[in-house]
Structure formats: structure tokens, C-alpha cells
T-cell receptor, first 116, second 113 residues
Framework: AQSVTQLGSHVSVSEGALVLLRCNYS??????LFWYVQYPNQGLQLLLKYTTGATLVKGINGFEAEFKKSETSFHLTKPSAHMSDAAEYFC??????????????FGTGTLLAVQP | DVKVTQSSRYLVKRTGEKVFLECVQDMDHENMFWYRQDPGLGLRLIYFSYDVKMKEKGDIPEGYSVSREKKERFSLILESASTNQTSMYLC????????????FGPGTRLTVL
């Protein structure tokens, strides 16, 4: 069965520092992988997704993620954190469901704090 | 831009009440989803629908039902609300049946007393 593990429920970085949020997945078939962000009191918004092709995926707000099949990982990075990046981040894997549609399996989330 | 709206941002209900949470999307999406979000558990799928009048159970359907009479509207029903259903409820929609982006509403924070 497919699953997602996010290492670190809370991550704190200084403004301008590298952001690294970890995600490992388990999937018996080639996975489709997503990162979503949730700002306070809002719904989730797509940051980026990997379906096929290039393994380095660029998303919005300067974020990117690299699909590494050998490591079953899809870590999210940003070279320089900004105060506005403070939010909760969710990694998700897409699971086929009887051919009708795909559903998402979410990780438990990582809350990113950015210190001035 | 896709817009997914939910009828209430905050809702307080009493144990045993029947509760309706409404979700509307304006982009003619085929698929709609209901999740609940709890601290430390992430998002868990309650029900989803891939067509009008069609519904499928997700991972935690117990105590919930859904209705999709029109393509743009997907309702979540708590037949008899209980305190353990206090949570944030998120609705989402997607266009395609494959690994397509899901677009989320702002959420309804439900408290059951």
C-alpha cells in the first residue's frame, strides 16, 4: 500500500537560510508526488508535483523538489527562506482507485517556522 | 482561477445534531473530495465523488455520508454529530481522473459540543 512519511513535524530556520523538508514515500507502482502548502486559516495550495519526466521539479515561490527513486524520496527545498514561507507543508502521493479516479495519501505535515 | 467555496468557516453544533457541510466549485470539475484534518494526522479522505450521483468511500467514512446532486456541489452530512467529529473539514476538486492537481476550499472548522 502507498504511504508517505514526513520527517520532522516542526522545522525552524532563520530568514535567508536553506529550507529542507523531508518526504519519503512507499509505492508499489511509479508514484505521482505532490507538495502542498497551507498558510494559516487557509486551505491547501499546490506548490509543485512530479508525474513523469524530469526528476527535478520547480514550483511556486522558489521551491523545488527532486524525485529520487533509489531513495524513495521527494524532499522539498528552497535556497533562502523568507518570513512569508512560514506555513504547514504536506507531501502527498497519488493512488489509483479502481480506475475511476486518483486519491491522494497525505503525510502528517511539517510546520515551518522562519525566525528573523 | 479555480474557486472552491465552503458554506461556513466556523460551525458549532451539539451532539446528536444533523450537520450539513456544503462545497461548491466553479470550474466544471469531475471529481470532488471531502477530507478531515487533525493535528498530527494530516489529511484523511472521508468520501469522494467522480461524477454526479456517484460516490466512493475514502479511508474514514464511518459516521458520514455525502450527496452530489449537481456537478458543482458536494455535500458532507454528519447524521448524528459526535464530539470526536470536531475537526477541520476540507473540500477539494480536480478536473481529471488521473494524478491531477486538487484545488482546496478554505475549510470549515467544526466544533461539536
Amino acid at each position: 500500500a502507498q504511504s508517505v512519511t514526513q520527517l520532522g513535524s516542526h522545522v525552524s530556520v532563520s530568514e535567508g537560510a536553506l529550507v529542507l523538508l523531508r518526504c519519503n514515500y512507499s509505492s508499489s507502482v511509479p508514484p505521482y508526488l505532490f507538495w502542498y502548502v497551507q498558510y494559516p486559516n487557509q486551505g491547501l495550495q499546490l506548490l509543485l508535483k512530479y508525474t513523469t519526466g524530469a526528476t527535478l521539479v520547480k514550483g511556486i515561490n522558489g521551491f523545488e523538489a527532486e524525485f529520487k527513486k533509489s531513495e524513495t524520496s521527494f524532499h522539498l527545498t528552497k535556497p533562502s527562506a523568507h518570513m512569508s514561507d512560514a506555513a504547514e507543508y504536506f507531501c502527498a502521493v497519488s493512488v489509483g482507485y479502481g480506475g475511476a479516479t486518483n486519491k491522494l495519501i497525505f503525510g502528517t505535515g511539517t510546520l515551518l517556522a522562519v525566525q528573523p | 482561477d479555480v474557486k472552491v467555496t465552503q458554506s461556513s468557516r466556523y460551525l458549532v453544533k451539539r451532539t446528536g445534531e444533523k450537520v450539513f457541510l456544503e462545497c461548491v466549485q466553479d470550474m466544471d470539475h469531475e471529481n470532488m473530495f471531502w477530507y478531515r484534518q487533525d493535528p498530527g494526522l494530516g489529511l484523511r479522505l472521508i468520501y469522494f465523488s467522480y461524477d454526479v450521483k456517484m460516490k466512493e468511500k475514502g479511508d474514514i467514512p464511518e459516521g458520514y455520508s455525502v450527496s452530489r446532486e449537481k456537478k458543482e456541489r458536494f455535500s458532507l452530512i454528519l447524521e448524528s454529530a459526535s464530539t470526536n467529529q470536531t475537526s477541520m473539514y476540507l473540500c477539494a476538486s480536480s478536473l481529471l481522473a488521473g494524478p491531477d492537481t486538487q484545488y482546496f476550499g478554505p475549510g470549515t472548522r467544526l466544533t461539536v459540543l
